[in-house]
Structure formats: C-alpha cells, structure tokens
C-alpha cells in the first residue's frame, strides 16, 4: 500500500502537465486540419472520413464501452 501511495503522489502532480500538454496537440492538429481547408487540401468527404475514423476507433476502445 505504501508504494501505491507514494505513486500517486508522484503522478497527481504531473497531470495538469500532461492535460496541458495534449490540449497543445489537439489544438495544433486544429490549426492544421483549418488551414488545409482554407487551402482546399483538405475536402468536406476527407473531413467525414477523419470524424468517423475517430468515433470509430473511440468505439473500439474498451475504456469507452459500457
């Protein structure tokens, strides 16, 4: 128990880095997939083709299931 505890005492304070550090990501591939669009290198089909892979693979994940 008390290496269970003193792992979590270690890991609780790193978790805002980690959140903030993966808010960065997506908001990167945000700014890339918006200016592939306003290029035209990136269609509305190629869009629903990316949204559907990640529901898709979000469905597949057993963290999701219920």
């Known amino acids: 128990m008390t ?3 003193a792992i979590v005492q270690i ?3 790193l978790i805002p880095k980690v959140e903030g550090e993966v808010s960065s990501l ?3 591939i945000s700014s890339i997939r918006t200016a592939a669009k306003q290029t035209g290198q990136w269609s509305d089909e190629m869009e629903q083709n990316f949204r559907a892979s990640v529901i898709a693979a979000g469905l597949a994940d057993p ?3 219920p």
Do not use: M, R
Request: hydrophobic share 65%; proline share 8%.
């Open 3 to 5: 290496l269970a505890l």
């Open 11 to 13: 890991i609780i304070p």
């Open 26 to 28: 997506v908001n990167w």
């Open 63 to 65: 963290a999701y299931k």
